[in-house]
């Protein structure tokens, strides 16, 4: 079964400092993506990469930026956190050719608290 | 642009009734939509998926038909159990762009005993 990991799991930041989300997939899916959750907007779609090298922007990459170092890891940075940015962050993988429906498989979520 | 529409934040019933959550969705292109599942502290997981038109897809219980003349892809089930109680999402991959989801705002089930 697919396996997408994440660290850390739980992380408080303090406001104006840098943050770094880590996912790690050992599913060798080309396609990796960071997500937000917050109550009431669901799973919304803030970087996403291709592949080794490549990151591309979601639907709210202000404030974030993303790496793609390797196929297994893709990483989201956030350089000056706000407290806005408090939510929980999501990682996922999968394939994304028009095949087998894009579906994506998640890692276990980490907290983020910015005070 | 492309959307997803789950009218209802919570619904709360009593375990053994049958379910029906709401989905509907916007898309110019031919669409393939998904229901994924989330209980408490865990990650999303993949429940159903579905392309084609009028045909029902069941998994662990759960069954829903893609409708593309009325653009929806509710999620059913005849029978609630308590342990069906977590967050669903319903999602469509959107425009040609396979390798993006768009989700929907998720759908709270809440079964009581």
């Known amino acids: 079964e697919a396996a997408v990991t994440q660290s850390p799991r739980n992380k408080v930041a303090v406001t104006g400092g840098k943050v770094t989300l880590s996912c790690n997939q050992t599913n060798n899916h080309n396609n990796m993506y960071w997500y937000r959750q917050d109550t009431g907007h669901g799973l919304r779609l803030i970087h996403y990469?291709?592949?080794?090298?490549?990151?591309e922007k979601g639907d709210i990459p202000d404030g974030y930026k993303a790496s793609r170092p390797s196929q297994e890891n893709f990483s989201l940075i956030l350089e000056l956190a706000t407290p806005s940015q408090t939510s929980v962050y999501f990682c996922?993988?999968?394939?994304?050719?028009?095949?087998?429906?894009?579906?994506?498989?998640f890692g276990p979520g980490t907290r983020l608290t910015v005070l | 642009g492309d959307s997803v529409t789950q009218t209802e934040g919570l619904v709360t019933l009593t375990k053994g009734l049958p379910v029906m959550l709401n989905c509907t969705y916007q898309?110019?292109?031919?669409?393939?939509l998904f229901w994924y599942v989330q209980h408490l502290n865990e990650a999303p997981k993949l429940l159903l998926k579905s392309s084609t038109d009028n045909k029902r897809t069941e998994h662990q219980g759960f069954y829903a038909t893609l409708h593309k003349s009325s653009s929806s892809f509710h999620l059913q089930k005849s029978s609630v159990q308590l342990s069906d109680s977590a967050l669903y999402f319903c999602?469509?991959?959107?425009?040609?762009?396979?390798?993006?989801?768009?989700f929907g705002k998720g759908t709270h089930l809440h079964v009581l005993p």
């Open positions: 999602a469509l991959r959107r425009d040609t762009n396979a390798y993006k989801v768009i």
């Open positions: 990469s291709y592949g080794a090298g490549s990151t």
């Open positions: 996922a993988s999968g394939e994304g050719d028009w095949g087998n429906y894009a579906e994506q498989f």
């Open positions: 898309t110019t292109y031919s669409p393939f």
